[in-house]
């Protein structure tokens, strides 16, 4: 009897287990919660991975290509060729369609319009002249790697090599239609009757400023 009396004095009411419960459960939580926040490596780290994995890679940066320099070009105006002692004026020549003929002077070379100026890039500049001592007659005695120079109207001397020579009827005008890099064509011409074309044709090698 008298142990029995010693658990009733320890028995609780309901209301006072549910207000164990409740400071129970504080307890466990004021337990937790310092856990949680002391373990500042981990937490921080798995932060910072995380905000690191929602921040875009940065687009990389693009250079813009160089730009080509621009070709360097004029109207030519005179003709020099040291090696055989040709030095003269150029002025403008056009082909009539009509009469199938060239413009010609007597004293002076012609470049033909339709045809590219003298430049440091690209095509072909055409001219011509009689076969005659006082113009073109003189360039039959030039040889591969002879230098021809053309200047022009905005002081420019374009320098170019002979690289070969080709005889040609008067209908053979292929070599007209050349696409390439920059050179020159020089014609005059040849036989006993002046009745075939000879053409000399020459690479561009530099170009100064005179």
Known sequence: MKNMTMIKKFKLTPSQLAIAGVALTVIGLIGVVPMLFNSDGVAIAASQSASTSQV?????QTQQAPQAPQAVSGHPVRIVAPTVGVDMPVVDGFYDKTT???????DKAQFAAMTTEPNDKEGQTFIYGHATQRVFGKLLNMHNGDQVAVYTNNGYKFTYTLKETEVVTPQNT?????????????????GAF???RKFFILDFTKVEKV
Do not use: F, M
């Not at 875009?56 to 990389?60: E, H, S």
């Not at 292929?174 to 040849?190: D, E, F, K, M, P």
């Open 56 to 60: 875009a890679a940065a687009p990389p």
């Open 174 to 190: 292929g070599i007209l239609s050349y696409t390439g890099s920059a050179r020159l064509l020089l014609q005059t011409c040849v």
């Open 194 to 196: 002046s009745e075939d």
């Open 100 to 106: 199938g003929d060239w413009t010609l002077y007597s």
